[in-house]
């Protein structure tokens, strides 16, 4: 796990990798549509931001069929709420640390 | 390196993705107006055209010979509200779910119907038990009662405005429910005033 000294997680840098976790911290499971649809991005580049999730363990994957179409659910993981709740301390803690 | 604007952006849009994927906004404040408007044109029609008002749960008069045709004439106007009422809200919602850029069938809007469908399927099967049964006084009183009871298990997953919308039904629903000549006036001021006054609030809440 990465962090910079300001204690942000390098993992949430990006405005994607933050939008997933910020939905997946609200809710228990989301498909890959219903995330693709809320943060406007393309196939390709929201599952290489998942890959990447993935990769941290930070997020868990499920796979399942609705008929014959496959279904992958998408959830946060306890490192990944950890990680998260860490980094929104972090963001409040430096707005109020300048401010 | 960011700068601290970047840091407050980067809350805001955690808030707001939040927000957004676990609570249908989409609804709008003139979906309730109108339904209100409608509600007390029905209420008008069933009390001055076909002259429905029970003031029992048995109601002999409206029981008796001409029973088919006061029940038959009430029951299709609530049915014509109720339709008018959905289309107006699946309208209104539409436009406010292209504004914001999103679709208007996505996670939170079914969550939102599976949330409700519970207590109104039941609501609504009851109540044709209670036509069949002849219970007629019972049926403005329970309408009112199911219908709030599916937006208080709805409101969690939209705006918070709407859990007190559905405890105000279910209030005036009991209320009626133990006052069965006050049923007509009590669905009227449920479906009618409550909705347009709730209506008027989100309008100018969230949509002015």
Known sequence: MKISINGLHKAFESRIRLG???ALAVNEMFDFNSLKEFLDVTDGNLASHLKALE???FIGVKKSFVGRKPNTQYYMSKEGKK???EHLKALEKLIKGVG | MKEEKDYIRDIADIRSMMERSSKFLSLSGWAGILAGIY???GAYIAYAVFDFNPNEIVDSSINSGSLSSVLINVISLGVVIL???LGTAIFFSYNKANQRGEKLWN???????MNMAVPFVTGGILILILIFKELIGLIAPFTLIFYGLALYSASKFTFEEVR????TQIALGLIS????EYGLICWALGFGVVHIIYGIYIYYKLEK
Do not use: N, P, V
């Not at chain 2, 996670?107 to 119907?113: G, V």
């Not at chain 2, 007190?164 to 405890?167: A, V």
């Not at chain 2, 429910?177 to 069965?180: A, K, L």
């Open chain 1, 20 to 22: 997933i976790m910020s």
């Open chain 1, 55 to 57: 990769k941290e363990e």
């Open chain 1, 83 to 85: 990680a998260f709740d």
């Open chain 2, 39 to 41: 509600a007390l044109a």
């Open chain 2, 83 to 85: 339709i008018l009422a």
């Open chain 2, 107 to 113: 996670a939170t809007a079914k969550r939102l119907l």
């Open chain 2, 164 to 167: 007190m919308l559905g405890l």
């Open chain 2, 177 to 180: 429910t133990y006052y069965i």
